[in-house]
């Protein structure tokens, strides 16, 4: 021990040292916050300085008076959203639309993670993850025209290629709604299950696979497994995939919705929903108090659907609950 270092002895007799001094940081952990630093930066710019301009939602936003000169509204801009004729139309369709889209996304995707757990080669499975990937990589202005290749009148594939040939007479896609909640789900799937089936497939393949001899020794047929292990197995993240989807039950795809239809007025009684009704309605009256309490009003029920949902989850099963 160094001169002058305080010291007392313990029930043993050995000197315990004095730890008034703080530990130098050591260069890893300097490194590591380094690292972190930007992530930070970007969360903090990104998520957390724009909830100041929650405020806008309850002005009346005047573009030469700025947010904080703008004058007060009160809940006025929330009005927007259920004084018209179509407040009903549009809540339908955004819930509705998500609640299909959560039940057979998730479902495809743990189809699909199974499915490529199943194959034998490294190499096909790893051309088959590339596939499925690439729609949700491809821009949504590319699907749209993807589509109206596949739907077009006078040039498309379906009317031309796989009507004509048999006499049946050509559809007009683009102006009868009641094809395009199908068109609009298979659309959805494909773009989207690829990334979903990727985190299964991750939660999959991290399943001990000495259940699965276990599993075999006791009897168990392939199916047998699958219900009894690998569905137990990615039972915590099928709970956090929904519980995350149930939050943002009142978005909806915005490019979905509207590049995909073309815009077609005479599909909008099927391809209304929240955002899409904002932006034409925005983009005709140029109101930003109102899109601002349109992102506030899916905000804020997006955070009650999550601890609702969370809570009954936690009754269920503890274990499995976010928080």
Known sequence: MKRGQAFRPDLQGKPIMNTRHKTPVRKETLALISMMIPGLLYLLINNYLPMAGLMIAFKKYNYSL????????????????????????????TICYNLVFIFLGNFLAVVIAIMLNNLKGKTGKKVYQTCILIPYLISIVVVSYIVYALLSTETGVINNTLRAPFGLNK????????????????VYLWKNFGYSSIIYYATVIGIDTSLYEAAAMDGATRFGQIFHVTLPGLKTTIITMVLLAVGRIFYSDFGLFY????????LSNVTSTIDTYVYKSLTQLNDVGRASAAGFYQSILGFVLILIANIIVRKLDQDSALF
Do not use: E, H
């Open 66 to 93: 700025g947010i904080l000169g703008s004058p007060w509204c009160g809940l006025s801009n929330f009005k927007f959203l259920f004084s018209t004729k179509d407040a009903m139309i549009i809540a339908r369709n």
């Open 171 to 186: 559809i007009n896609w683009y102006t009868q709604p009641k094809y395009w909640p199908v068109i609009l789900t298979l």
């Open 259 to 266: 590049q995909v239809p073309m815009d077609s007025g005479l």
